[in-house]
């Protein structure tokens, strides 16, 4: 099986930082693109970033120039620096993985569980 568990959500106040991290393990061959979403209460899950695996990224426009996603490929594991946070990014943030579990297989989406961030002062 394959696991994505998201860590490194909190409670910090507008303008502050935090950084999430999106380790994935198990039965994993390789890994494709992996991304960052969020939902916030009342509202539909939403883009926030991906990168694929040569380290292209992609930014939804409300954290364009904030935001950071990175990866580190040996460690299959995906990160969000979070600077100059705002009240409207609080949310549930979601680490999605396209994983490739063996070499005859086709790769497949992956979700986590999810990290809560609150943004509040």
């Known amino acids: 099986q394959v696991q994505l568990v998201e860590s490194g959500g909190g409670l910090v106040q507008p303008g502050g930082s935090l950084r999430l991290s999106c380790a994935a393990s198990?039965?994993?061959?390789?890994?494709?693109?992996m991304g960052w979403y969020r939902q916030a209460p009342g509202k539909e899950r939403e883009l926030v970033a991906t990168i694929t695996r040569s380290g292209n990224t992609n930014y939804s426009d409300s954290v364009k120039g904030r935001f950071t996603i990175s990866r580190d490929n040996a460690k299959n594991t995906c990160y969000l620096q979070m600077n100059s946070l705002k009240l409207e990014d609080t949310a549930v943030y979601y680490c999605?993985?396209?994983?490739?579990?063996?070499?005859?297989?086709?790769?497949?989406?992956?979700w986590g569980k999810g990290t809560l961030v609150t943004v509040s002062s």
């Open positions: 198990g039965s994993i061959f390789s890994i494709n693109g």
């Open positions: 999605r993985g396209q994983i490739q579990r063996t070499l005859r297989e086709y790769a497949m989406y992956y």
